[in-house]
């Protein structure tokens, strides 16, 4: 007889069934909530709720149990510090699985797994802090027209452009143009009494 025999595997093995499980629920517990196909969703939610009734008592063989799933040290952190503590009051039923459109490939029917609680999301101190400063209530409220008249310097005229173009023009035909060369003087060739005789003076 098959009793309380479970077949369900995805038509996989095992390991790989395993590694599936484990990195759903990993992604469950980060995200609080998944979508994924619906009997992945169902497999996942048995598991959620085994690992949720683990972290309520924060015992040491809790926590091994816990980590021989996840494999993670800062996922086992969030379960039982976190996720755990809203559960006290709850004795199961720790998530639900919605069922929503069908997959446009394969048409397989799809569900969204979550948890039925959620921890509320911290504000950052950041915020806090700006809200409680308000700025002080300034006498005469400036437009963007006056800030901007004073920020921006006065536009030239289009006369003084014209001018300080034409300079440039003519410094940059100076640099241009080809200097003309000073004439060498002619090298003197000395005499034939010279060659002999030599120049007076010396």
Request: glycine letters at 4%.
């Amino acid at each position: 007889m098959r009793h309380h025999r479970h077949s369900v595997r995805f038509g996989r093995q095992r390991s790989h069934y395993k590694a599936t499980l484990r990195s759903l629920v990993s992604g469950l517990i980060i995200s609080k909530s998944i979508r994924t196909t619906k009997t992945k969703a169902k497999e996942t939610s048995r598991l959620a709720d085994r690992l949720i009734t683990f972290g309520k008592e924060k015992t040491v063989t809790n926590q091994r149990k816990a980590y021989s799933i996840l494999r993670d040290r800062k996922l086992v952190q969030i379960l039982f510090n976190e996720l755990a503590p809203l559960f006290k009051e709850r004795k199961g039923g720790y998530t639900r699985v919605m069922l929503i459109e069908k997959r446009c490939g394969d048409n397989a029917q799809m569900a969204i797994l979550e948890f039925v609680e959620k921890p509320k999301p911290s504000e950052p101190k950041k915020k806090a802090e700006k809200k409680e400063k308000k700025p002080a209530a300034s006498p005469a409220i400036e437009t963007k027209a006056e800030k901007l008249e004073k920020a921006a310097p006065p536009e030239p005229r289009h006369e003084e452009i014209k001018e300080k173009k034409e300079e440039h023009r003519k410094e940059e035909r100076k640099k241009e143009a080809p200097q003309p060369r000073k004439p060498e003087k002619p090298i003197q060739k000395p005499g034939f009494f010279k060659k002999f005789f030599g120049r007076k003076g010396d």
